[in-house]
């Protein structure tokens, strides 16, 4: 079975503090990606990586950053968290294999005070 | 733009009251029609992949269907543990583009 598994499942951070949301696939996808989940607003893709070391903006990227230095993980950065940031973010993985299905995470829930 | 719209937005049924739930999505090109079921404060969970016009699969309660513009999620005879939100998301053709979600379809099943 596909495991894709995010570091923290919640997390209450004060507002301009820097906040890190990793994740770990075990099943070595190429493609790794970062979205949000709000209500009202659905899933919201903010960064995707095809491959080690590299990153592609998603539709929400602004105020988010990405790292991907090793194939099985996908880092989110909050670099100055803000309120607005509150919600839950997932992460997913799939094969370099157009068509082939996304495998997402449990999501980590971020509260920002 | 690629674009996927689900209704209702809400459905509420009987148990064993079947029904349907609906996905229309525009997308220049068609690779994939993904469905996901999510259960509250969880991740979602992967069900279904369509690729063609008339495919359809089964799980279950669950059957998916597809035509050029448009997906349906069957749902026979629902129990109370059918209740979940049902994603939609399409795959376009061109090239290894993210996935497009919809809002989803928030079912509850009575008993």
């Known amino acids: 079975d596909v495991k894709v598994t995010q570091s923290s499942r919640y997390l209450v951070k004060r507002t301009g503090e820097k906040v890190f949301l990793e994740c770990v696939q075990d099943m070595d996808h190429e493609n790794m990606f970062w979205y949000r989940q709000d209500p009202g607003l659905g899933l919201r893709l903010i960064y995707f990586s095809y491959d080690v070391k590299m990153k592609e903006k998603g539709d929400i990227p602004e105020g988010y950053s990405v790292s991907r230095e090793k194939k099985e993980r996908f880092s989110l950065i909050l670099e100055s968290a803000s309120t607005n940031q509150t919600s839950m973010y997932l992460c997913?993985?799939?094969?370099?294999?157009?068509?082939?299905?996304?495998?997402f995470g449990e999501g980590s829930w971020l509260t920002v005070v | 733009e690629d674009q996927v719209t689900q209704s209702p937005e809400a459905l509420r049924l009987q148990e064993g009251e079947s029904s349907s739930l609906n996905c229309s999505y525009t997308v220049s090109g068609l690779r994939g029609l993904f469905w996901y079921r999510q259960d509250p404060g969880k991740g979602p969970e992967f069900l279904f992949t369509l690729y063609s016009a008339g495919e359809e699969k089964e799980k279950e309660r669950l059957k998916a269907t597809l035509t050029k513009k448009e997906s349906f999620l069957h749902i026979t005879a629902p129990k109370p543990e059918d209740s979940a939100t049902y994603l939609c998301a399409v795959q376009a053709i061109s090239g290894n583009t993210p996935l497009v979600f919809g809002k989803g379809t928030r079912l509850s099943v009575i008993a």
């Open positions: 997913a993985s799939s094969t370099g294999q157009p068509g082939n299905t996304i495998y």
